[in-house]
């Protein structure tokens, strides 16, 4: 199986289902935990040196970070239900609970954190919804944490492909700091199917083909993507969702697309 391709663990006393660090990553700045919570299940954390995002990717849950609480939030059972997602931003040296109130995914996005940020509510009248290409390179997408709201590193994005469709594509990278034309990030996906049995591609590669690894996406599983082009194709009958989690040495998403493909951009 690829180095690239993380299947979903059986989740632990803790509720924890995927757990991806800067060290067993082999990069400097991406974290991603996910973790499947029962009700009245708990999980308290320490931000430490790094800044998070806490994504209800399905179910409700009370929130406090910082001192501040959030009772109740989260208006949708997964992420195919079709509300825009509750987050909440807490920043390095800050300390977080999180309570469900009913079977809760809840995604804990992190990056090297600085700064003078504060801890706060994402609600969806604060996630900006677009959707990107047409036909069937048509995709739906929700910025949870974009380079425009406050935070130090961390970028992150929800996208929902429908069946048959391509996404993150035509190919394009984000692995040189090269600013403005194009900028350095890591980035996780975090994919889910619905139907659950369906599938997905996803590839990673290179202009060298140095990388160049084509995987089979299953329901729950999380692709590392550490430099390279990676488009990713949803099957016919099945809509793919994905958690983007980005971050590098400057926070900017700025990407380039691969030269072969540009003709399709029109």
Not at 49 to 73: M, P, S, Y
Not at 116 to 126: C, K
Not at 143 to 154: G, V
Request: hydrophobic share 35%; charged share 20%.
């Amino acid at each position: 199986m690829s180095q690239l391709l993380r299947r979903p663990q059986t989740p632990t006393a803790e509720g924890l289902v995927h757990r991806v660090t800067p060290a067993n990553a082999g990069w400097q700045h991406v974290g991603f935990d996910l973790y499947r919570l029962a009700p009245g299940q708990r999980l308290a954390q320490a931000t430490g040196e790094r800044e998070a995002c806490l994504v209800l990717i399905g179910g409700r849950a009370d929130v406090t970070a910082d001192g501040q609480n959030w009772r109740g939030i989260g208006e949708r059972e997964g992420p195919f239900e079709g509300p825009k997602p509750y987050a909440v931003y807490v920043p390095a040296g800050g300390q977080y609970e999180v309570v469900a109130q009913s079977p809760l995914e809840l995604a804990v996005c992190t990056a090297p954190g600085g700064g003078q940020h504060q801890a706060r509510l994402i609600g969806p009248d604060q996630v900006t919804s677009t959707a990107r290409g047409q036909g069937t390179n048509t995709r739906h997408v929700q910025d949870i944490l974009p380079d425009s709201a406050s935070a130090h590193s961390l970028l992150v994005v929800e996208v929902i492909t429908p069946g048959g469709n391509w996404s993150s594509y035509p190919s394009h990278k984000h692995d040189v700091d090269n600013l403005p034309e194009e900028s350095l990030l890591e980035e996780t996906y975090y994919h889910r199917i619905n139907p659950p049995q369906g599938f997905a591609f996803q590839r990673v590669y290179s202009d060298d083909r140095t990388l160049d690894e084509t995987m089979t996406v299953h329901d729950g599983d999380v692709v590392l993507v550490p430099r390279g082009y990676h488009p990713v194709g949803a099957a016919h009958g099945y809509d793919l969702y994905y958690l983007n989690v980005m971050a590098g040495p400057k926070r900017v998403w700025r990407f380039n697309t691969e030269p072969a493909h540009r003709w399709l951009l029109g």
